[in-house]
Nanobody
């Protein structure tokens, strides 16, 4: 069993930076692929970024490439999402999710076994 708790969301202005954290409980967290998803009102939940268990492979949505960075510290059971040059369209609830058998299916929500409660990010123009 893995429990995930997101933090770091808030209200920022366009162009600002924000770092989200996903803290996990469970001694096997280092075995999991972790994804950051976001869901804006009236829209589908979509993958923002994902990272494999070791941190050696990352995946980004085209809309955030070059501006967002996902990383993990397995010693701290924490995954981060550093967001820079934020745009108003980034406004959403951000969720982290962990999956043991995600493989290359990073975009598939169904592959993730555990989800956090989400943290709100609001970017004003």
């Amino acid at each position: 069993q893995v429990q995930l708790v997101e933090s770091g969301g808030g209200l920022v202005q366009a162009g600002d930076s924000l770092r989200l954290s996903c803290a996990a409980s469970g001694h096997t967290f280092s075995s999991y692929t972790v994804g950051w998803f976001r869901q804006a009102p009236g829209k589908e939940r979509e993958l923002v970024a994902a990272i494999n268990w070791s941190g050696s492979y990352t995946k980004y949505a085209d809309s955030v490439k070059g501006r967002f960075t996902i990383s993990r510290d397995n010693a701290k059971n924490t995954v981060y999402l550093q967001m820079s040059s934020l745009k108003p369209e980034a406004t959403a609830v951000y969720y982290c999710a962990a999956g043991l058998y995600v493989g290359s299916y990073y975009y598939m929500k169904e592959k993730y076994d555990y989800w956090g409660q989400g943290t709100q990010v609001t970017v004003s123009s």
